[in-house]
């Protein structure tokens, strides 16, 4: 059934339109320096949100930002499709460093990786009703890592940073995220946040937001503010 409610001006107008008003468990997967960690934080105030950022610098000013913040945890480390230590890759600014597949070429080494399915066990963390990732190009692994949570329906809804230009290494390409998301029962909602490169014309690089099948039949009849 169509509506012409105003969509995509903001994700947490749209989640609760969904039916999600009140997330309680929160994953914010490649922090920074907790914007959106503190943003969320403000805008649902009964969640509880997991931040994840590697870089030692980015994660010190991280827990600065946070600290004394209640409903917030922290954590210094990497998420993938598998547990061990990696390198990282310095970008050209602080919001750019990411995980880098060539060791040998890491500016950043001896970072900590972890799974969402091995972190989701080892916190007892039963369901994520929104995971966001922005992670610079690694968001396919990140969601490999958490193939258990995806397999039984455990992550609600997902906001990834994403391109359309499949040339572009630093971000994921729009295509291989819904391909890989519509083969796990995944619906494409909206993009939200878009950025477009100056002197070119479409998009750079936004968020993507996909619901879970079950979230996305609720989705089919959403009630209008």
Same mark, same amino acid.
């Given at each position: 059934?169509?509506?012409?409610?105003?969509?995509?001006?903001?994700?947490?107008?749209?989640?609760?339109?969904? !039916?999600?008003?009140?997330?309680?468990?929160?994953?914010?997967?490649?922090? =920074? =320096?907790?914007?959106?960690?503190?943003?969320?934080?403000?805008?649902?105030?009964?969640?509880?949100?997991?931040?994840?950022?590697?870089?030692?610098?980015?994660?010190? /000013?991280?827990?600065?930002?946070?600290?004394?913040?209640?409903?917030?945890?922290?954590?210094?480390?990497?998420?993938?499709?598998?547990?061990?230590?990696?390198?990282? /890759?310095?970008?050209?600014?602080?919001?750019?460093?990411?995980?880098?597949?060539?060791?040998?070429?890491?500016?950043?080494? !001896?970072?900590?990786? /972890?799974?969402?399915?091995?972190?989701?066990?080892?916190?007892?963390?039963?369901?994520?009703?929104?995971?966001?990732?922005?992670?610079? !190009?690694?968001?396919?692994?990140?969601?490999? !890592?958490?193939?258990?949570?995806?397999?039984?329906?455990?992550?609600?809804?997902?906001?990834?940073?994403?391109?359309?230009?499949?040339?572009?290494?630093? =971000?994921?390409?729009?295509?291989?995220?819904?391909?890989?998301?519509?083969?796990?029962?995944?619906?494409?909602?909206?993009?939200?946040?878009?950025?477009?490169?100056?002197?070119?014309?479409?998009?750079?690089?936004?968020?993507?937001?996909?619901?879970?099948?079950?979230?996305?039949?609720?989705?089919?009849?959403?009630?209008?503010?």
């Amino acid at each position: 059934m169509a509506t012409s409610a105003p969509w995509f001006i903001t994700v947490e107008k749209d989640l609760a339109r969904i !039916g999600i008003k009140n997330p309680a468990i929160v994953f914010d997967v490649g922090a =920074h =320096h907790g914007q959106t960690t503190l943003h969320f934080r403000k805008i649902f105030p009964s969640a509880h949100i997991h931040s994840f950022e590697p870089a030692p610098g980015n994660f010190s /000013e991280l827990k600065s930002n946070t600290k004394g913040k209640d409903r917030v945890k922290s954590n210094e480390l990497a998420l993938g499709s598998s547990r061990g230590s990696v390198s990282m /890759e310095s970008g050209h600014s602080d919001q750019a460093h990411k995980v880098c597949s060539d060791p040998e070429n890491g500016g950043i080494p !001896g970072v900590r990786m /972890e799974t969402i399915d091995f972190y989701m066990n080892k916190e007892r963390i039963s369901c994520i009703d929104l995971l966001k990732i922005d992670v610079e !190009g690694y968001e396919l692994e990140v969601l490999r !890592g958490a193939a258990n949570a995806i397999e039984s329906s455990n992550i609600k809804v997902i906001l990834a940073e994403c391109d359309f230009n499949p040339e572009d290494t630093q =971000h994921t390409y729009f295509n291989d995220l819904w391909n890989y998301l519509r083969s796990k029962d995944f619906s494409f909602f909206g993009l939200y946040d878009v950025i477009h490169y100056e002197g070119l014309s479409g998009i750079g690089y936004c968020n993507a937001l996909f619901i879970e099948r079950t979230v996305s039949l609720a989705a089919t009849n959403p009630t209008q503010d």
